[in-house]
């Protein structure tokens, strides 16, 4: 069982099926970022994304997630949580970030 959980809440996934459809460049290289996490942690870590057009009621679940929401809107997302820390908000991070997150909030 993976020691380290993320949940990760993004406003948006598009379907790949749909032809034309702009691809976040953001949303890439977060999936590029937690590739090279999983790669190094390997089963310690596990992570999901849900999305705000997908997954509504898990954004109702956390109250951080709906005071972001009424005060910032989908422009306070992503939001990234380590263990049950929202850790990220309003920001994709990069590898560093994410990684420092990680070392910081994995207790």
Known sequence: ??????????????????PGMKIDSNLEKLQQ?????K???KNDIAYLIYSLNLHLNRFREHKELVYILQNEGDS???AIFINGKMVFHGHYPDYEELETAIERFNN
């Open 1 to 18: 069982m993976a020691k380290i959980k993320m949940e990760i809440y993004v406003p948006f996934l598009g379907c790949g099926c749909r």
């Open 33 to 37: 970022t937690l590739i090279k996490l």
């Open 39 to 41: 790669k190094k942690y």
């Open 76 to 78: 306070g997302l992503p």
